[in-house]
Structure formats: structure tokens, C-alpha cells
């Protein structure tokens, strides 16, 4: 079935030092990526997005990579910083152009101060 | 602030009981989408709604239901309640029918069955 899932369940960097966080995904007819940022108790913020016609994004401090080939997305997050502190889901839209984002379980990042 | 509002924050109830979530988009924004997440199972799509009319269906059971009014608010209805249904419920809200773009989520409704 469809499927987006993280490689790791908890990513622990050092303040200043850059992040990566990774995401594999099963749809091949997902066109639409997007990367959501959860802090505790509250609801998942958007943080960047990228088409299929697109290999790379970046934004502030933050890059997505995708590689169609193996099905694959990683989020880049430059010098890393306590506020950066949260749990990180991929998603994607399959093969709807509605709403129906799938989404992956989720990476941890913690960062140390 | 993403300018979804949920209510209530916390609610704790039975099993077999019957609760309802609601939500107000962001002003402006005539699709409503309503997510659980659970523990075990993440984030998962239950239904959308744009302008008052159902476009897209998830994981929902048939327990549950949800409907968008005229003003664009949103009720998440669930009920015969099982300890499994606990999890947090969030709403989100575009701009748009289809998805290309910014999900606004508010900050959740979090559900507690004992």
C-alpha cells in the first residue's frame, strides 16, 4: 500500500552543526512533497516544499533534496539551532490532487546545546 | 499562529459516548481537512471538505462524520467511542480544492476515551 516512511526514528545533532533527515516514499505517482515541522503540542508547520519536476529546493537554512530515482527525500537544515527542536514528517500527495497527504511517522531531531 | 482554530483543546470521555471537534479555518480559506494522529499509526487523512461539499475521503470509519457549514466551520463528529479512537485530531485549512500547496494545521484536539 502506500507508504512514506523515515530511516531514523531520532536524529541528535550539536547546536551549529547541520542536519539531515531523511524519507523514503513508495508512490511513484507522487508529484507533490512536502516537508512539516511538529513542536510539542502543537499542530505540524509547514516548512518547504518541492514538485517532482525538481530536484532540489532551498529555503531559509533549509534544503530539500529529492531523488525520484530510489524514491527518496532529505531535508537540509544549515547550523542547527535549539529552536529546530522537533519531530519532522515527510509527506506526499500519491496519486490525489486532493488533500490526502500521506504522511511518513516522523524523525525526531533534538538538538544539543 | 496558523489561524486554525479547534476546540476543545483536551477532551476526556467514555466509551460508547459521542463528541464533537469543531474548526474554523483560516479567514478566507474554503477547504478544511481533518487528520488523527495517533502513537502507532502517525498522521493520518480522514476527510476533506471544500465550500461545504465532501471532495476527498481517508481512513475514516463510519463511526465518524463530519460536515462544513456555510460559514466554512468544520464538526468532526465521532461516536459509539472506543479506547482505540484516543489520539490527537487536527484540522487544517487551505486556500484551495486541490492540494499544491500550504496546509494550515491548528493546534489539535486531543482526545482521551477511557
Known amino acids: 500500500g502506500e507508504s512514506v516512511g523515515l530511516h531514523l526514528p531520532t536524529l541528535s545533532v550539536q547546536e551549529g552543526d547541520n542536519s539531515i533527515i531523511n524519507c523514503a516514499y513508495s508512490n511513484s505517482a507522487s508529484d507533490y512533497f512536502i516537508w512539516y515541522k511538529q513542536e510539542s503540542g502543537k499542530g505540524p508547520q509547514f516548512i518547504i516544499d518541492i514538485r517532482s519536476n525538481m530536484d532540489k529546493r532551498q529555503g531559509q537554512r533549509v534544503t530539500v533534496l529529492l531523488n525520484k530515482t530510489v524514491k527518496h527525500l532529505s531535508l537540509q537544515i544549515a547550523a542547527t539551532q535549539p529552536g529546530d527542536s522537533a519531530v519532522y514528517f515527510c509527506a506526499e500527495n500519491g496519486s490525489s490532487n486532493t488533500g490526502k497527504l500521506i504522511f511518513g511517522q516522523g524523525t525526531t531531531l533534538q538538538v544539543k546545546p | 499562529d496558523s489561524g486554525v482554530t479547534q476546540t476543545p483543546k483536551h477532551l476526556i470521555t467514555a466509551t460508547g459516548q459521542r463528541v464533537t471537534l469543531r474548526c474554523s479555518p483560516r479567514s478566507g480559506d474554503l477547504s478544511v481537512y481533518w487528520y488523527q494522529q495517533s502513537l502507532d499509526q502517525g498522521l493520518q487523512f480522514l476527510i476533506q471538505?471544500?465550500?461545504?461539499?465532501?471532495?476527498a475521503k481517508g481512513n475514516i470509519l463510519e463511526r465518524f462524520s463530519a460536515q462544513q457549514f456555510p460559514d466554512l466551520h468544520s464538526e468532526l463528529n465521532l461516536s459509539s467511542l472506543e479506547l482505540g479512537d484516543s489520539a490527537l485530531y487536527f484540522c487544517a485549512s487551505s486556500d484551495r480544492l486541490s492540494w499544491t500547496g500550504e496546509l494550515f494545521f491548528g493546534e489539535g484536539s486531543r482526545l482521551t476515551v477511557l
Open positions: 471538505y471544500y465550500n461545504g461539499e465532501e471532495r
